[in-house]
């Protein structure tokens, strides 16, 4: 992958934002800025657009807090970490070696998804909005804003991305953490590492192609319980199912080079091992 632009460095790791990073932008803050006006029509048209860009900052912040979570995991386990790059589809931290055990590779995972759950329920419970959500997809039609204010506003929304962020996460398909989580699981019970990132990948593929043809179904017209129907939420889950097969064989393959170069003990450059989050 491009390794974009560096726009900071902390605790030793370089943060970079990929160029594709900036087509996500301009999408939150064009559809902050209109569902904030429809929301309030009493603001300024510049003040929605003001709004839309200070979530879209917050919300750059949520991804990347959700991977130096992840990565300062990684460093504390003596992993090495090169960078986090923000792209697309979330954010990637560039993880330099397979972890050491499935306890290491546990915590690795597990530790993103629950920042982002922990800072996104923090926000809902403070915003006074959290008790009153029932369901996801009460997070995702902004049916409280109308009543709300600029500041708890941007709350409910920065707190709602968080929850799914983390949410989604979870989701088993290798190498989402969720797949990682798995992944540990298998490798602690079998106790091969090689296998259990084959299953897991397996997983990962099946997993990707359940929601390639959910998004089909929802094209179709048919409802999907949390996803919704219709033309354009169907091809968004769609490319998420494309990009998540794509990255269980990518990973797999780039795995079982990682385990083969220790084997031979030829070669002492170091394979990428990718961790790769989504939000959708
Ligand atoms: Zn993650």
Known sequence: MN??????RLFGIDIRIDWSWLLILLLIVWNLTSAFSQAHPEWEMLFSVGMGLIASILF????????????????SQGIPVSDITLFLFGGVSNIREEPKSPGSEFAMAVMGPVASLVIGFSLL?????GLRVKNLRDLQI???????????????????????????????GFPLDGGRVLRSLIWRMIGNLR????????????????????????????RIPFFGQGLIDGVWLILIGWFLNNAAIHTLLNGGNVLMLKKKKSQTKLTQQQSCDTKC
């Not at 902004?142 to 709300?148: A, D, G, H, S, T």
């Open 3 to 8: 390794k974009g632009i560096r726009i900071a």
């Open 60 to 75: 750059f912040l949520s991804v990347l807090l959700h991977e130096l979570a992840h990565s300062l995991v990684a460093k």
């Open 195 to 222: 296998k259990a990132t084959q299953w897991a990948s397996y997983i990962g593929q099946a997993i990707a192609w359940i929601m390639i043809m959910a998004g089909m179904a929802m094209i179709f017209g048919i």
């Open 125 to 129: 419970v403070l915003s006074g909005i």
């Open 142 to 172: 902004m049916q409280f804003l109308e009543e709300l204010g600029a500041f708890r506003t941007i709350m409910v929304w920065i707190g709602s991305v968080n929850v799914i962020l983390g949410l989604f996460n979870l989701v088993p």
